[in-house]
């Protein structure tokens, strides 16, 4: 059994967020603090990603003013609280094929998550993509979630927000 870790390179990975509502939906980009990915007999087996959640970058908004108060808006306690909590985790705790689990914390928050994932690695290169879906409201941001609040008719957010994750990562 043979171990080989990989360092997330950040400038050359990035996770894509969409967050849809009832009339539409936003979407942004934030980024990767630090990671890294472990491989057992080139077999994805493990890994931890920190996420910087004061990186958000809102990019379907293009009036400065406007994406500033969105910005806030997803910095403040309706959402990531960022400035109490600058990192989210996501740690793999097993993988099956191309099937990952594993652990999110968002806020202090640690929920069971699962997602597919595709890996690759040439020479001493890895590259992986997944797309997550997280439910908002189990990391306690409720904020327009149709759970918690009645008659929010056209103003009602989806609890579930996507993050395509795209990591490039290199052996260590």
């Given at each position: 059994?043979?171990?080989?870790?990989?360092?997330?390179?950040?400038?050359?990975?990035?996770?894509?967020?969409?967050?849809?509502?009832?009339?539409?939906?936003?979407?942004?980009?934030?980024?990767?603090?630090?990671?890294?990915?472990?491989?057992?007999?080139?077999?994805?087996?493990?890994?931890?990603?920190?996420?910087?959640?004061t990186s958000i970058k809102i990019l379907d908004v293009t009036d400065p003013t406007l994406n500033a108060q969105f910005?806030?808006?997803?910095?403040?306690?309706?959402?990531?609280?960022?400035?109490?909590?600058?990192?989210?985790?996501?740690?793999?705790?097993?993988?099956?094929?191309?099937?990952?689990?594993?652990?999110?914390?968002?806020?202090?928050?640690?929920?069971?998550?699962?997602?597919?994932?595709?890996?690759?690695?040439?020479?001493?290169?890895?590259?992986?993509?997944?797309?997550?879906?997280?439910?908002?409201?189990?990391?306690?941001?409720?904020?327009?979630?149709?759970?918690?609040?009645?008659?929010?008719?056209?103003?009602?957010?989806?609890?579930?927000?996507?993050?395509?994750?795209?990591?490039?990562?290199?052996?260590?």
């Amino acid at each position: 059994m043979e171990n080989q870790k990989f360092e997330i390179l950040t400038t050359q990975s990035n996770i894509d967020w969409v967050g849809k509502k009832v009339t539409g939906a936003h979407n942004g980009t934030i980024g990767i603090k630090e990671g890294e990915i472990i491989l057992n007999n080139g077999k994805l087996a493990g890994g931890k990603f920190i996420i910087d959640t004061t990186s958000i970058k809102i990019l379907d908004v293009t009036d400065p003013t406007l994406n500033a108060q969105f910005w806030g808006h997803l910095a403040s306690d309706d959402f990531f609280s960022s400035e109490k909590y600058p990192e989210a985790v996501l740690e793999i705790t097993s993988v099956n094929g191309n099937r990952v689990e594993g652990n999110l914390t968002i806020k202090d928050i640690t929920q069971a998550i699962g997602f597919d994932v595709a890996v690759s690695v040439s020479g001493d290169v890895l590259t992986a993509t997944g797309l997550v879906v997280v439910d908002r409201t189990k990391y306690g941001m409720k904020f327009r979630s149709g759970n918690f609040f009645q008659n929010l008719g056209d103003t009602l957010i989806y609890n579930d927000f996507e993050l395509n994750v795209n990591i490039t990562a290199k052996a260590a």
